[in-house]
């Protein structure tokens, strides 16, 4: 079995002896979708007279189909122009439906081709989510009819910030190079289109109400402060410049969301919820008589009033409303998913509160940490997750009792691009990395990590055939 290299593994694999011998594996293979697999299994049987792939629907036989292809590339010259094959039986399921990749596209804008070649990957993972973070305080990246201005202004800011950003700093170096743009709504639809083709859902997320310092800058109306004029963000951290709580501002969101949901018909919707300081809220006059009518206590439980108004669009056309941990702390509908990002804790306290939970939590698959020595490493924002961590990640947390176990319904890896300019860039901090994450998200057996590596390697060659970069392999 050495030579067959499988990312991630499948939950069963077995090699007997003797070889199927064919001029063409590929076309030659019989594929059926049948009714006695569940919907997410599939099988693949190679036997001397030839290969069958069988799964309970197209998209577990897309899965059978990488998986295959994968398996096919041990097979070893027969000559006369025939190849001779192993003979395998596979049986294999994912353990979570959700199994996914974030991409911030705010704070470096990254070209559609690209998104394309991530979507390549996440498929040959067999991922079935990309997580799509359109919008945030450094950039507005969805074209919106209603509201041109959020790409004509919005998208771009004049200049970034050099080096790295540290806790409280106000006096920053900038790089004097605007930068940004923005996908048109039939680059979103293209991109909706060739990522179901091959059995993913992109998942857009509208950061709301706070990471909105973009969107106030080009319809400063949305801010708490609409007499200045802001600029597109042009430093990393948490801006207090968040949305009002005006009912014109809830429609505006409304309008925007309706757009949005016309472009992808994911099932789930990401409305953020994330680092929204109250401040502005506590200060201004029109949010103080808001709260004062809701009778609520405090300026941040503006926050879920705010995600309940606008979630009003979701749930008329049937989504579902997924946001970060915070929301947990907000009141938000008792039907979001909720994303646990801060620790896998989070997850743990969204669960016990009867929430689906999507793991995501930064100690172990936020992609944008260090993966070496800070001094021999790309800038990063911090901390250090290495393969081997990421391969080490439990995705259950082992404080919930069997029935809160249920409400994981998967887990997903982040890649925040405040230091990462381009595809180059992305493609270091993603890989391997990812190609572990994999191997947790889908629930391949627990090896060893030597093991591991002994399938990863030949597996870098097929990272390479799709022109994505990558982190070489510590030796």
């Given at each position: 079995?050495s ?54 629907s ?31 039986h ?5 353990r979570?439906?959700?199994r996914g ?82 996908y048109?709504?039939?680059d ?21 109400p ?17 007499d200045?004029?802001l ?27 309706r ?17 929204c ?5 506590a ?30 669009v979701?749930?008329e ?11 947990v702390?907000?009141?938000?509908p ?6 646990a ?6 997850g ?6 009867g ?121």
């Amino acid at each position: 079995m050495s030579d067959i290299a499988i990312v991630p593994a499948p939950r069963e694999l077995t090699v007997d002896e003797g070889r199927w011998v064919t001029a063409d594996p590929v076309a030659d293979a019989v594929r059926d979708v049948v009714e006695n697999l569940d919907a997410t299994e599939y099988r693949i049987d190679i036997g001397t007279d030839g290969a069958r792939l069988t799964a309970g629907s197209e998209d577990a036989l897309r899965h059978a189909e990488t998986t295959y292809a994968q398996l096919v590339e041990a097979a070893e010259d027969a000559g006369d122009g025939q190849v001779a094959v192993p003979l395998a039986h596979v049986a294999d399921a994912p353990r979570f439906g959700w199994r996914g990749m974030m991409l911030d596209v705010a704070r470096h804008f990254m070209p559609k081709e690209f998104v394309r070649n991530v979507i390549d990957v996440l498929a040959l993972h067999r991922l079935n989510v990309l997580h799509f973070h359109l919008t945030d305080d450094q950039g507005w990246r969805v074209e919106i009819e209603a509201y041109p201005r959020l790409t004509e202004v919005g998208a771009w800011r004049e200049h970034t910030m050099v080096g790295k950003m540290s806790h409280g700093q106000t006096e920053f170096t900038y790089d004097g190079i605007r930068h940004g743009g923005f996908y048109t709504k039939d680059d979103l639809r293209e991109i909706v289109a060739y990522a179901a083709e091959r059995g993913i859902t992109v998942v857009p997320e509208i950061d709301l109400p706070g990471h909105m310092q973009a969107a106030i800058a080009a319809y400063p109306e949305l801010g708490n402060h609409p007499d200045q004029q802001l600029t597109v963000r042009p430093y990393w951290g948490i801006s207090e410049d968040v949305l009002n709580v005006n009912d014109a501002t809830v429609e505006f969101v409304k309008t925007v969301l309706r757009e949005v949901l016309d472009i992808f018909p994911s099932p789930y919707v990401h409305l953020g919820g994330d680092e929204c300081p109250s401040v502005q809220w506590a200060e201004s006059d029109a949010a103080q008589k808001r709260q004062a009518e809701l009778g609520l206590g405090e300026p941040g439980q503006l926050q879920g009033w705010f995600t309940a108004q606008v979630a009003e669009v979701l749930a008329e056309q049937g989504r579902r409303l997924v946001g970060w941990d915070e929301m947990v702390e907000t009141d938000c509908p008792k039907d979001a998913v909720i994303m646990a990002w801060r620790s896998a804790e989070r997850g743990v306290v969204a669960a016990k509160a009867g929430h689906e939970v999507v793991m995501a939590p930064c100690e172990s698959v936020y992609f944008d940490y260090y993966q070496g020595d800070p001094a021999t490493e790309p800038l990063a924002i911090g901390g250090n997750i290495t393969l081997e961590k990421v391969y080490d990640f439990e995705v259950i947390p082992a404080a919930l009792s069997e029935a809160e176990q249920e409400l994981i319904i998967g887990t997903q890896c982040q890649i925040w691009t405040e230091y990462m300019e381009g595809p180059e860039q992305v493609g270091y901090m993603l890989l391997p990395r990812l190609s572990a994450f994999a191997e947790r998200a889908w629930g391949s057996p627990k090896v060893s990590y030597d093991e591991f590596l002994g399938r990863l390697r030949p597996h870098l060659k097929r990272i390479e055939k799709l022109g994505v970069n990558y982190r070489p392999l510590d030796s």
